[in-house]
């Protein structure tokens, strides 16, 4: 026998000593800032380690980003470079034409702001055909998106044409990585467990149920491309601000190749595999360096052997403790204790 | 007028390369419902193998062509039985990321191999016929017959023989056939064998045709030609080939017609409106989902 109750306040005191106090996220969060921003002021971490940091956090925003398409809502989705080519554009000219120089720092965070809300814009627009089309049709609608933005910013001779677009000060420092990194997360997160979040989960698992069982499919399809999209465009915006130059190229196919390789490395549908992909990928990447191009025969090599041996990817369908909430454990763990009952008694 | 035909003509060239992949593409599909995106890779080997056998083996064009269209082919086969073979039973996306890998080892190793652009010396002795201003290249005409009978000999193999039988039957149903006593093992290794040989043939046909390649070569005429297979419907071998001389037309005439730098934004719009107006492609069949 069991009461709900009691197993709610062990389980609470288990979850307790995992994450250690309630404050345990605050306090992890204001360290983290605090760390960033000695590191940004006295600068005793080295520069090129520095900006090994800043391409962790701007890829975490990307992978956790599009996880919520590709992981949570089951879609396969190979645009994801289009959005942020998106923000990183819309950012870049804010900064470079319409802001004062000296207002620049001030500006900054306007300015990733609006490179996310250009790039939520065009994944509203990007939402409309998903209404239909399903599967391997809507990747290619989202790979023919990622192209037509590419070839549009080839032929604007405003922002550069294929040269691309120079001249933004490197205004991504790692407190601002780091604060975007840290509420991207946050929000997905809370998105994901969210009334809505379940209704992105029960697209993926099956879309003619949800929509039986009263989710407005097409509402969650929207709010899913938009926020993904938003995210990718502010990644975008520190992108360009992280390297002081875009060309068209960076954001082709390859780099959204790269975003489905985190996604997949770290597993669908958790957000911390996605954290943990981004960090391994990119880390790894570096390490190997010495390699040459001999690295990027090694990574694909790896990538293929671990879908053989674990084809979910590190984390696939699992999430860490300190990201569920204590309903979802709650929930999980009586749903499995009811199971076990039903299973004992039945001989 | 004549400037309408010679633009036809490249139109038929550049889309009987595009139909040739997207066949690889469709077939694959067919049978494993998996999309194999090392394909354009493949093709860019089977270039990679025409430039290395004309240079090195010093062979004449069709011991090329065939030579380069059997490596490819057992390459496709080794890709198959390890990579993919593991992975039948997870997830489809798994697979799809497996793919994508092998693809970016396949260029990333040709890169550490090969770092700078190759030159495909000419196989051929090109002679251009003048008929009125109209200019006809033997070139083009070896590549547009070429491929054309490629694709009749597939058609033939798919619609006619036993071996097409048992590919058609594995992607109307992949439980029942096993039972039939057909080997699904060796069915889908000689699809992979077929897809990437014609592949490879097109690596060889592009190479003679532009002859400058590079290992990246593979991916945008890769993508191309997957856009081409779901254009026609994906899994539909006919669907494919006309995807590809669709997209072959479409890609000629607007860099004949407007600025080239407008090609591929003009090509994917007009791909998007297609797949909105009908989502499953040209001859692809609507398929109602079953609750």
């Not at chain 1, 470079?96 to 990733?112: E, K, R, T």
Request: charged content about 10%; hydrophobic content about 55%.
């Amino acid at each position: 026998m069991f009461s709900a109750e009691s197993t709610y306040h062990t389980l609470l005191a288990h979850w307790r000593t995992l994450t250690g106090y309630k404050l345990f996220w605050p306090v992890f969060m204001m360290a983290g800032l605090a760390f960033c921003m000695a590191v940004d002021t006295f600068d005793f971490v080295d520069l090129y380690l520095q900006l090994i940091l800043i391409y962790v956090g701007i890829n975490i925003i990307l992978t956790v980003s599009l996880n919520l398409i590709n992981g949570y809502m089951g879609e396969f989705s190979v645009g994801h470079a289009g959005f942020m080519a998106v923000g990183a554009y819309v950012a870049s000219l804010l900064t470079v034409h319409a802001f004062p120089a000296s207002a620049q720092n001030m500006l900054f965070p306007l300015a990733i702001l609006a490179g996310g809300v250009g790039a939520a814009l065009v994944g509203f627009l990007v939402a409309i055909p998903s209404f239909k089309t399903r599967g391997d049709y809507l990747a290619i609608v989202t790979l023919a998106f990622c192209m037509i933005v590419k070839s549009v910013l080839e032929n604007i001779d405003a922002v550069g044409g294929p040269r691309g677009l120079l001249g933004m000060e490197k205004l991504t420092t790692l407190p601002w990585v780091f604060f975007w990194t840290a509420l991207s997360v946050w929000v997905i997160r809370n998105l994901v467990y969210s009334n809505f979040g379940r209704g992105v989960l029960s697209i993926r698992e099956d879309e003619i149920a949800s929509d039986l069982m009263s989710v407005n499919t097409r509402q969650v399809k929207i709010i899913a491309f938009v926020v993904s999209s938003f995210f990718a465009g502010i990644a975008g915006g520190l992108f360009a601000h992280a390297l002081q130059f875009i060309n068209p190229r960076m954001f082709d196919i390859l780099k959204s190749t790269d975003i489905l390789i985190m996604v997949y490395l770290g597993g669908i549908a958790s957000i911390s595999g996605s954290i943990i992909g981004a960090v391994i990928y990119t880390i790894l990447l570096e390490i190997l360096r010495p390699l040459g191009i001999w690295r990027m025969v090694l990574m694909p090599l790896m990538l293929v052997l671990l879908m053989i041996y674990r084809p979910r990817g590190i984390m696939g369908l699992k999430e860490a403790l300190l990201f569920t909430p204590l309903r979802d454990l709650v929930t999980e763990k009586l749903w499995r204790q009811k199971k076990k009952e039903v299973t004992d008694a039945t001989p | 007028m004549a400037y309408i035909f010679q633009q036809a003509l490249n139109a038929l060239q550049l889309g009987s390369i595009y139909a040739l992949i997207a066949l690889g593409y469709t077939m694959v599909y067919g049978i494993l419902t998996m999309i194999n995106f090392a394909h354009g890779d493949l093709f860019m080997i089977g270039a990679f193998f025409c430039f290395i056998i004309a240079v090195y083996l010093k062979l004449s064009f069709v011991p090329t062509l065939l030579l380069s269209m059997l490596g490819v082919a057992c390459l496709g086969v080794i890709i198959e039985r390890f990579a993919y073979k593991p992975l039948r039973n997870a997830p489809r996306v798994s697979a799809i990321i497996t793919a994508l890998g092998v693809g970016l080892f396949l260029e990333n190793f040709t890169l550490a191999l090969a770092p700078y652009p190759k030159n495909i010396p000419p196989l051929l002795t090109n002679t251009t016929w003048t008929v009125g201003s109209l200019s006809i290249s033997s070139l083009q005409i070896i590549v547009i017959v070429l491929s054309l009978v490629l694709m009749l000999i597939l058609d033939f193999v798919v619609q006619r023989t036993k071996a097409g039988m048992a590919m058609r039957a594995i992607s109307w149903d992949k439980t029942i056939v096993p039972l039939m006593g057909v080997s699904v093992n060796k069915i889908i290794s000689l699809t992979f064998a077929i897809g990437a040989g014609l592949g490879g043939a097109a690596g060889v046909m592009y190479g003679l045709a532009y002859p400058v390649i590079d290992p990246y070569m593979g991916i945008m005429v890769g993508w191309k030609a997957f856009i081409c297979a779901v254009v026609g419907g994906i899994g539909n071998i006919r669907g494919a080939m006309i995807g590809g001389f669709i997209l072959g037309a479409v890609e000629i005439m607007v860099a004949a017609f407007f600025p080239s730098t407008y090609r591929d934004f003009v090509a994917f719009t007009l791909l998007l409106i297609l797949l909105i107006v009908r989502p499953y492609g040209i001859l692809g069949k609507p398929q109602p989902q079953k609750v």
